[in-house]
């Protein structure tokens, strides 16, 4: 009994720490204060109906920021903690039966290699929370009976974790377009890896799924999705419909691979580290050319990054847009300009490919890895068709970022390598500085979810 009081005082000094970083968020400019005046103009229903309309099918968002915005930021500051450990705790849940407080510390860590930018809008802002965080950590806490059928073989019995998964997928179906998407395919492939395994489906599973796919219907074919692509191509993009099929991927990928290997670099690092360990404890993967190669690659760009050229020269995606791509590629006149101008695409393509090779070869967990990075690299490509692609900043990758943590923390828990508190001290140094710095940054400055 004394054991178990101390270890739930480990969490409440983990809530009040997550709680200090909440005390210095206030109501920000623009949706924050736009969204506190709903209750005074409409009702809830008739403000979830005008939005469903006439903007967008973000339901249980739009419920929460109606509910808290005007007068309970002090209970968001309360319950915005909850939910990130909420998310800390699912994403060991789907990997394991139990969690250990360990275990649940390392997730804490790896949320800390995320961006500035992707944690202050995405995580800590109080709209972009409501709108990211609190519908990814739903869709999580829904995937963890799929995780036990299909990794444990364990079925739902009791009724009322049933109800909790139900109601968590649902809500999270209708929370977020890049969250409803991740949620309806993994779910279908659960079943279809059911199939495959030649495994009873789960009756239970299959009607959560059918809502879930309910949900993402009720927000893709949402009326307030067009009048919304209408109102946001004038503000944001207003050439945005004359571009092509061709011109939608083009931009696209310029974005794309900016946000992955800029913004999100150092989860990426660190999934590249952990994967570097794995071999390098495995006797039978170090003679691996792959292996190999990716080792002196990974020294190379850490190297690159210390010495400050990584910048220019691994990271400078922007240069692209002085070709006509397709012109310079099939003239075969490739001029050094344009050869520097491509190295980052092939450089960090190479990378990727040899990153998802090594782990995939490495893991017992090949289908769920490789549709986990599917899954990132789905999340960008969302925005490869919205005129918010330059608008909507670094809150959109928060779902990719997430992915990233449970592949993360699947191979870690794999590979055995939470052994001890050594491990737990090494892997928190970059998120102290990281979280320290942010909220220095807020001490001084005040309060942004736009940070650079």
Same mark, same amino acid.
């Given at each position: 009994m004394i054991l178990k009081k101390y270890k739930w005082f480990n969490f409440v000094i983990v809530y009040f720490?997550?709680?200090?970083?909440?005390?210095?968020?206030?109501?920000?400019? !623009?949706?924050?204060?736009?969204?506190?005046?709903?209750?005074?103009?409409? +009702?809830?229903?008739?403000?979830?109906?005008?939005?469903?309309?006439?903007?967008?099918?973000?339901?249980?968002?739009?419920?929460?920021?109606?509910?808290?915005?005007?007068?309970?930021?002090?209970?968001?500051?309360?319950?915005n903690p909850i939910i990130l450990m909420l998310l800390c705790f699912s994403?060991?849940?789907?990997?394991?039966?139990?969690?250990?407080?360990?275990?649940?510390?390392?997730?804490?860590?790896?949320?800390?290699?995320?961006?500035?930018?992707?944690?202050?809008?995405?995580?800590?802002?109080?709209?972009?929370?409501?709108?990211?965080?609190?519908?990814? +950590?739903?869709?999580?806490?829904?995937?963890?009976p799929y995780a036990d059928k299909v990794f444990r073989d364990c079925a739902l019995q009791n009724k009322y974790m049933f109800l909790l998964y139900f109601v968590s997928g649902f809500f999270a179906s209708i929370g977020n377009e890049q969250v409803s998407l991740c949620?309806?395919?993994?779910a279908i492939l659960t079943h279809v890896t059911l199939v495959f395994q030649k495994k009873e489906q789960d009756k239970k599973l299959l009607l959560m799924t059918g809502f879930m796919i309910i949900g993402t219907l009720i927000m893709i074919l949402s009326p307030g999705n067009k009048v919304r692509s209408v109102a946001?191509?004038?503000?944001?993009?207003?050439?945005?419909?004359?571009?092509?099929?061709?011109?939608?991927?083009?931009?696209? +990928?310029?974005?794309?691979?900016?946000?992955?290997?800029?913004d999100m670099k150092s989860i990426l690092y660190l999934l590249s580290v952990i994967t570097l360990i794995t071999?390098?404890?495995?006797?039978?993967?170090?003679?691996?050319?792959?292996?190999?190669?990716?080792?002196?690659?990974?020294?190379?760009?850490?190297?690159?990054q210390l010495e400050g050229i990584a910048q220019g020269f691994l990271h400078n995606f922007e240069e692209i847009r002085k070709f006509n791509f397709s012109a310079t590629l099939l003239s075969l006149h490739l001029t050094k300009a344009f050869l520097?101008?491509?190295?980052?695409?092939?450089?960090? +393509?190479v990378y990727s490919v040899m990153l998802v090779y090594l782990l995939l070869q490495n893991t017992k967990f090949k289908t769920f890895t490789l549709f986990g990075f599917l899954a990132v690299i789905g999340t960008l490509m969302v925005m490869?068709?919205?005129?918010?692609?330059?608008?909507? !900043?670094?809150?959109?990758?928060?779902? !990719?970022?997430?992915?990233?943590?449970?592949i993360i923390m699947g191979k870690i828990i794999e590979n055995r390598l939470i052994s001890n508190l050594f491990f737990l001290c090494i892997i928190w140094c970059f998120p102290l500085i990281n979280l320290s710095y942010m909220m220095y940054r807020w001490l001084v400055h005040g309060f942004t979810p736009f940070l650079k």
């Open positions: 720490l997550l709680y200090f970083f909440h005390f210095v968020v206030k109501k920000f400019p !623009g949706d924050d204060f736009i969204f506190s005046k709903a209750t005074q103009n409409s +009702t809830l229903m008739h403000w979830l109906f005008n939005r469903y309309f006439n903007w967008s099918a973000r339901i249980f968002p739009d419920t929460m920021v109606y509910y808290f915005l005007a007068h309970r930021v002090w209970l968001w500051r309360l319950i994403v060991v849940r789907i990997w394991r039966k139990k969690v250990t407080l360990l275990e649940f510390l390392i997730v804490l860590a790896i949320l800390g290699y995320f961006a500035q930018n992707i944690l202050s809008s995405g995580v800590f802002w109080i709209t972009g929370s409501m709108y990211y965080l609190w519908p990814i +950590t739903l869709g999580l806490i829904a995937m963890i949620l309806s395919c993994f946001e191509t004038a503000y944001w993009y207003p050439t945005f419909g004359e571009l092509s099929l061709k011109d939608h991927f083009y931009i696209g +990928t310029i974005w794309g691979f900016k946000k992955i290997f800029s071999y390098f404890k495995n006797e039978g993967f170090k003679r691996n050319i792959i292996f190999r190669l990716f080792t002196l690659i990974f020294v190379i760009v850490l190297i690159l520097i101008a491509v190295f980052p695409y092939f450089f960090w +393509t490869f068709f919205s005129p918010t692609i330059y608008g909507s !900043g670094n809150r959109v990758l928060t779902v !990719g970022s997430v992915i990233l943590t449970v």
